[in-house]
């Protein structure tokens, strides 16, 4: 079984661009989230999915964040327009069902902001 | 607000020595605990995890953890540390509240280990 990928595993875009980063949760997982570590600082919540609906978004930090999740399945989190703040390791994490499933991870995408 | 506290940045161990990775928690009502490692390269792995029933909970790789309510704490040992156990260790908490899993992390602990 795959586990959960992440696309692309490094970005390094200049201040004002705009990235897109991709997840693509183990097959049949209704829950996804999104997570995100700045360098040398916890790894904080930013949303959660349950099928396509967004469950709780009250980690995102501003409007310049949107995610989206289509039919359910794969994920998308669009910086727009990205500041240097944003850099960090961006995770995302997929579990079967509610309350007590195990989250699995995937490895992660680095996001460099120059 | 709940929050974890993971007071060591870095440590580092000789290969066959036991090993405490200290976790702090603060959180009003019964929290779900949770270990994960991280290996470079790769994503955040599950270790273990505690919910309720017997406070001291068995994991992956010989890793064990103990639940410790008086202390808020759910300190990870190994008897016994490895050179592949080299990793980055993440303490979290899940609130659970209306039954969905949004885990809140400490910083994390950065194991070393000298062979």
């Known amino acids: 079984e795959a586990g959960v990928t992440q696309f692309p595993s490094h970005s390094v875009i200049e201040k004002g661009q705009t990235v897109t980063l991709r997840c693509d949760p183990i097959?049949?997982?209704?829950?996804l989230y999104w997570y995100r570590r700045v360098m040398g600082k916890e790894i904080k919540f930013l949303l959660h999915?349950?099928?396509?609906?967004?469950?709780?978004e009250s980690g995102m930090p501003n409007n310049r964040f949107l995610a989206e999740r289509t039919g359910g399945t794969y994920s998308t989190l669009k910086v727009q327009p990205a500041e240097l703040e944003d850099s960090g390791v961006y995770f995302c994490?997929?579990?079967?069902?509610?309350?007590?499933?195990?989250?699995?991870f995937g490895p992660g995408t680095r996001l460099t902001v120059l | 607000a709940q929050s974890v506290t993971q007071p060591d940045i870095h440590i580092t161990v000789s290969e066959g020595a036991s090993l405490e990775l200290r976790c702090n928690y603060s959180?009003?009502?019964?929290?779900?605990l949770f270990w994960y490692v991280q290996s470079p390269g790769q994503g955040l792995q599950l270790l273990l995890k505690?919910?309720?029933?017997?406070?001291l909970v068995q994991g992956i790789k010989g890793f064990e953890a103990e639940f410790k309510r008086s202390q808020s704490s759910f300190n990870l040992r190994k008897p016994s540390v490895h050179w592949s156990d080299a990793a980055e260790y993440f303490c979290?908490?899940?609130?659970?509240?209306?039954?969905?899993?949004?885990?809140?992390f400490g910083a994390g602990t950065r194991l070393a280990v000298h062979p």
């Open positions: 994490a997929s579990s079967p069902g509610q309350g007590t499933d195990t989250q699995y």
């Open positions: 097959s049949g997982h209704d829950n």
């Open positions: 999915f349950v099928k396509e609906s967004k469950q709780d």
């Open positions: 959180y009003g009502a019964t929290p779900y």
């Open positions: 505690y919910f309720s029933g017997d406070t």
């Open positions: 979290a908490v899940s609130p659970h509240s209306g039954g969905y899993n949004k885990l809140i």
